[in-house]
């Protein structure tokens, strides 16, 4: 009888076990195969044709003996969160469908280098001109929307950092850029394919010349030494306020010293011209 009472209990108290066991065993299961496809899936949730730049801290501006230097360029010390940037620039393809699809309106005829020319189809894959900083933006907001995710314009530490992919010269291929490495100076008269050249060390194509690229900030000629006064700067995003953007890397038709890393230039948010285009920065 004691035996039997025993067993009895011991059964009971297996059954017990058993009942806790199992639904924290298929809770764990389930965490394990959630977290396994969520794994496997982040890839497919970025975008074509995106890499990531990896956050860190690097030294933002030009030395005071880098040739053709400008007074803007104050070296100061900044430190970025990962982000995504697109390989390319926006080419005139995908500005077409943006403008087809949305009715906008531009600031300009990005159809169009020379005025009353429309590109001919074979530079489809070239990057799109004579877009404004407010063009731009109106692109970025189309796209968030029409796909669910969201993308804008690279401040210009982001640009800066991305462009120099981890050189400190002033060009991502050294102390000089050449004929082969870039779209710049006039050589070939007109903008080439945004896969054009071999990119830099972290993926990026034409990050120098072919066409000059907006950036999220309002430009200040003295913002750079306000930064250096505060020490390191995490994540800027440039001045309050402004009367113009940042734009950068230079263009088809200018000369190699306005293409340098550390080279800063700026409009108004409704000018365009047949050198300015953009690139995009994909937010997870």
């Known amino acids: 009888m004691i035996v039997h009472a025993i067993h009895n209990k011991c059964q009971k108290m297996k059954t017990k076990t058993i009942r806790i066991l199992v639904p924290a065993i298929f809770l764990a299961m389930l965490l394990f195969v959630s977290s396994t496809l969520s794994a496997k899936a982040a890839p497919a949730a970025l975008p074509a044709n995106f890499v990531l730049i990896s956050g860190g801290e690097f030294t933002m501006g030009s030395p005071v003996d880098e040739a053709k230097r400008v007074k803007n360029e104050t070296q100061h010390q900044v430190r970025l969160s990962s982000f995504y940037m697109s390989k390319y620039e926006v080419t005139v393809a995908e500005f077409r469908r943006f403008v087809v699809a949305s009715g906008y309106k531009t600031d300009g005829d990005w159809r169009c280098v020379v005025i009353g020319q429309v590109r001919p189809k074979r530079e489809n894959n ?12 109106a692109y970025c907001k189309w796209l968030s929307t029409k796909t669910g995710k969201r993308f804008r314009l690279p401040t210009e530490a982001e640009w800066e950092y991305a462009c120099r992919a981890g050189s400190s010269t002033p060009f991502n291929t050294g102390e000089n850029l050449t004929n082969n490495q870039a779209n710049y100076g006039l050589n070939r008269e007109k903008t080439v394919a945004v896969n054009s050249f071999a990119p830099n060390a972290w993926g990026l194509y034409n990050m120098h010349g072919n066409a000059w690229e907006w950036c999220s900030d309002w430009f200040s000629e003295t913002y750079y030494d306000e930064c250096k006064a505060e020490g390191t700067i995490i994540n ?6 402004g009367s113009q953007r940042v734009h950068r890397g230079g263009g088809w038709d200018y000369d190699a010293e306005n293409c340098r890393s550390a080279y800063r230039s700026s409009r108004v948010p409704d000018d365009r011209d047949i050198d300015y285009g953009f690139r995009l920065v994909f937010v997870p």
Do not use: E, I, R, Y
Request: charged fraction near 5%.
């Open 126 to 137: 070239h990057p799109v001109l004579n877009v404004s900083w407010n063009d731009a933006v």
């Open 236 to 241: 800027p995003a440039g001045p309050a306020s």
